[in-house]
């Protein structure tokens, strides 16, 4: 099982802390940048805190002046606040890469890190920020601020276990209710179960004020295919498996894994949706950078 060390990566939360995140089209300039220093246009409860001279006596608590016999304010976060969500990949093939009773060294460790790392970035700013895991089962965190909120999105990712299939372009549509709009998506997945319409489809979430932004995640050794002699091949979402000699498919098989890459990195352009490719948390720290400030996949 996964640990709070194995995903919390100290130099990716620095290096992308260091970037200012930029928000879905807004009215207000502020979003996506700070909480909104204005009081009373909220969405939802924050905080009480002691009235002082200047503040809005509506939003005196008259029930806590009850109990205490001191004023007391209701705070709100502002609607302008920008929110995110954190969606991540726990289908079967994202285990690959880690061993039998641990999944450290899998995808979906690699997907957990950097999920953590924007978070951070995102909460720091003062953002609401949620996550999502689609896999077997769906779990699903509301979007807020705070920072008890990255302790709780850490927490249900070490609860994960990779199964089944994620099915992003299906699964989303749905979210628009339960997490409020407008929202930035960060969708981080190898995209092995989703078809090149599905992913396009992705693109027509923007006229629901859900803006995605696609991270996708492979092991080196599905890049490289670094197996020597016959070797037994399983499918993580299903029962198949092969068995081949890996130097015999070696050239039709990169031919095959550069064609899937490109194609989801042509389709995600093509659709307007921003898009970066990693394999491990060197490259995240590189290429995430230019990701969290884009707002178009060109």
Same mark, same amino acid.
């Given at each position: 099982?996964?640990?709070?060390?194995?995903?919390?990566?100290? *130099?990716?939360?620095?290096?992308?802390? =260091?970037?200012?995140?930029?928000?879905?089209?807004? !009215?207000?300039?502020?979003?996506?940048?700070?909480?909104?220093?204005?009081? =009373?246009?909220?969405?939802?409860?924050?905080?009480?805190?002691?009235?002082?001279? $200047?503040?809005?006596?509506?939003?005196?608590?008259?029930?806590?002046?009850?109990?205490?016999?001191?004023?007391?304010?209701?705070?709100?976060?502002?609607?302008?606040?920008?929110?995110?969500?954190?969606l991540v990949d726990a289908s079967g093939s994202m285990s690959y =890469?880690?061993?039998?009773?641990?999944?450290?060294?899998?995808?979906?460790?690699?997907?957990?890190?950097?999920?953590?790392?924007?978070?951070?970035?995102?909460?720091?700013?003062?953002? %609401?920020?949620?996550?999502?895991?689609?896999?077997? $089962?769906?779990?699903?965190?509301?979007?807020? $601020?705070?920072?008890?909120?990255?302790?709780?999105?850490?927490?249900?990712?070490?609860? %994960?276990?990779?199964?089944? !299939? %994620?099915?992003?372009?299906?699964?989303?549509?749905?979210?628009?209710?339960?997490?409020?709009?407008?929202?930035?998506?960060?969708?981080?997945?190898?995209?092995?179960?989703?078809?090149?319409?599905?992913?396009?489809?992705?693109?027509?979430?923007?006229?629901?004020?859900?803006?995605?932004?696609?991270?996708?995640?492979?092991?080196?050794?599905?890049? !490289?295919?670094?197996?020597?002699?016959?070797?037994?091949?399983?499918?993580?979402?299903?029962?198949?498996?092969?068995?081949?000699?890996?130097?015999?498919?070696?050239?039709?098989? @990169?031919?095959?894994?550069?064609? @899937?890459?490109?194609?989801? %990195?042509?389709? *995600?352009?093509?659709? $307007?949706?921003?898009?970066?490719?990693?394999?491990?948390?060197?490259?995240?720290?590189?290429?995430?950078?230019?990701?969290?400030?884009?707002?178009?996949?060109?």
């Open positions: 099982m996964l640990e709070r060390s194995h995903i919390y990566d100290d *130099a990716l939360v620095a290096r992308l802390g =260091g970037v200012p995140l930029t928000g879905v089209p807004t !009215n207000f300039p502020q979003r996506g940048v700070h909480t909104s220093q204005r009081r =009373g246009a909220s969405l939802e409860f924050s905080e009480h805190t002691e009235y002082v001279p $200047g503040d809005d006596l509506r939003n005196l608590d008259w029930k806590v002046y009850g109990k205490s016999d001191r004023y007391f304010v209701r705070r709100f976060e502002d609607e302008r606040l920008q929110r995110a969500l954190i =890469g880690g061993s039998p009773d641990s999944l450290e060294g899998s995808k979906y460790h690699l997907a957990a890190r950097v999920a953590v790392a924007l978070s951070s970035a995102l909460l720091r700013q003062g953002d %609401a920020v949620g996550l999502a895991i689609f896999g077997e $089962g769906e779990s699903l965190l509301t979007p807020r $601020g705070g920072a008890a909120q990255l302790e709780a999105i850490i927490e249900l990712l070490l609860g %994960a276990r990779p199964g089944g !299939n %994620a099915r992003f372009s299906e699964r989303l549509p749905s979210l628009r209710e339960r997490i409020g709009a407008p929202a930035t998506l960060y969708v981080l997945s190898d995209f092995l179960d989703e078809e090149v319409e599905g992913l396009r489809e992705l693109s027509l979430l923007r006229a629901r004020r859900l803006y995605p932004k696609l991270i996708q995640l492979l092991h080196h050794d599905e890049i !490289n295919l670094p197996f020597e002699g016959t070797t037994r091949f399983r499918d993580l979402e299903s029962s198949a498996e092969l068995a081949v000699d890996p130097e015999a498919i070696r050239r039709a098989y @990169f031919e095959e894994i550069k064609e @899937f890459v490109e194609g989801v %990195a042509a389709t *995600a352009y093509s659709s $307007g949706l921003p898009y970066a490719f990693i394999r491990d948390s060197v490259e995240a720290g590189e290429e995430l950078p230019l990701l969290l400030l884009s707002r178009e996949g060109r």
